[in-house]
């Protein structure tokens, strides 16, 4: 009877993280397409909303397991989130992710600029700790790694004004740091509402 109905089991709590980070991958991933940002290469690969359908399962993978190891790291948050501000941080990275779309063509100055400044607001609201740095720093380095693979793969490509960085947008770190930064208190916060 005393058991708090809010608390999700680490399976569920999986589950809950995978699927918010598959359908915010997908809506942001859709804003770079639309762009022409992004374009997937690979013929009679299936797509989700056109975006690869390898895409949001590696991204919801990902953001598990950031979630998951920020949990298991012992660093403790800067502030407690609830349910309702892991909802506003993941909106604020998929309205980022959505800025990125409109970079397309901007000095790469302009746009490392504003995504980076906005990516530090999303993490200084988040969580300022020194945990959450490390994640959104280890997330900023990752990422486009990952993404320069891919399109080495040629599985995707960015377009020619937003490829300055290995064949990927030099506003990709930013991005990445911002959803490492929220990543990083989101298990906590969904597992047991910021309890």
């Known amino acids: 009877m005393g058991t708090d109905v809010r608390t999700l089991g680490q399976g569920a709590t999986a589950l809950v993280i995978a699927a918010i980070a598959f359908g915010a991958g997908l809506l942001g991933d859709a804003s770079h397409v639309a762009a022409g940002t992004t374009n997937y290469e690979w013929d009679g690969v299936p797509t989700i909303w056109r975006s690869g359908i390898w895409f949001p399962f590696v991204l919801s993978g990902s953001v598990v397991l950031a979630a998951w190891l920020s949990e298991r790291s012992g660093s403790p948050p800067a502030r ?59 997330a900023a380095v990752l990422g486009p790694l990952f993404e320069i693979g891919v399109v080495e793969l040629g599985a995707s490509s960015y377009a020619d004004d937003s490829d300055g960085l290995g064949g990927v947008a030099p506003w990709l770190p930013c991005l990445y740091f911002a959803a490492g930064a929220v990543a990083s208190r989101l298990w906590s916060a969904v597992q047991r509402d910021g309890a």
């Open 80 to 138: 407690r989130r609830s349910r309702a501000d892991a909802a506003t941080g993941v909106a604020a990275v998929v309205a980022l992710y959505a800025v990125t779309a409109l970079m397309r063509g901007e000095p790469a100055t302009v746009s490392v600029v504003l995504v980076g400044a906005l990516a530090v607001v999303i993490w200084s609201w988040w969580d300022p700790s020194p945990g959450a740095l490390a994640l959104a720093c280890g």
